[in-house]
């Protein structure tokens, strides 16, 4: 069975700081990965997503992730945060076997003037 | 514009009383998804379809029901045997090919009393 691994419930992080939020994620198979924002009441947003190919993914409103097989990981970052970042991010996944998307508990980024 | 439209965004009900919620579709997806949301726990899978008239429980389908008679359409209804109804729920859709991301709606805010 796939899992989902966010390790950080909470980050709070100062304006125009680089951040990183953390996925992890557990299959016995080739997996696609998604990270979604979240925004207080709304559904989600897909930010990006890592299908095949180069393992660094950009995505919308300057977000970027890195695919690390060996690590199992697919941690989400951004150089330079802003006020407007403040929201709940996801991240999921999906395999060859599977027809459901498996998501994180979630990690909330709060961005601080 | 194409998207999913989940109606109406807040709803109230006396505990006891049955409700469905609404999910369309106008994507062309194959696929039609509904989730569970609550603080701090992300999402979770209630009922899940990949074609017109068939759907499968998800992780947590008890005292939930769904039906899917069109591709554009896959309304939940909440019952009364469901014990916490209170929460927030979202619908998504995806194409039926593994490779493609899940598109969300604006979610329902259902509230019991």
């Known amino acids: 069975a796939q899992s989902v691994t966010q390790l950080d419930s909470q980050v709070p992080v100062f304006e125009e700081a680089p951040v990183e939020l953390r996925c992890n994620y557990s299959s016995s198979v080739s997996v696609y990965l998604f990270w979604y924002v979240q925004y207080p009441n709304q559904g989600l947003q897909l930010l990006l997503k890592y299908l095949s190919g180069s393992t660094l993914v950009k995505g919308i409103n300057g977000f970027e992730a890195e695919f690390n097989k060996s690590q199992t990981s697919f941690h989400l970052r951004k150089p330079s945060v802003h006020i407007s970042d403040t929201a709940e991010y996801f991240c999921?996944?999906?395999?060859?076997?599977?027809?459901?998307?498996?998501f994180g508990p979630g990690t909330r980024l709060s961005v601080l003037p | 514009d194409g998207g999913i439209t989940q109606s109406p965004k807040y709803l109230f009900r006396k505990e006891g009383q049955n409700v469905t919620l609404s999910c369309e579709q106008n994507?062309?997806?194959?696929?039609m998804y509904w989730y569970r949301q609550d603080p701090g726990q992300g999402l979770r899978l209630i009922y899940y379809?990949?074609?017109?008239?068939?759907?499968q429980k998800g992780d947590i389908a008890e005292g939930y029901s769904v039906s899917r008679e069109k591709k554009e359409s896959f309304p939940l209804t909440v019952t009364s045997a469901q014990k916490n109804p209170t929460a927030f729920y979202l619908c998504?859709?995806?194409?039926?090919?593994?490779?493609?991301?899940?598109?969300f709606g604006q979610g329902t805010r259902l509230t019991v009393v």
């Open positions: 379809s990949q074609i017109v008239n068939d759907f």
């Open positions: 998504a859709s995806s194409y039926g090919e593994i490779n493609t991301e899940a598109f």
């Open positions: 994507l062309n997806h194959d696929a």
């Open positions: 999921a996944v999906r395999n060859n076997y599977g027809q459901n998307f498996v």
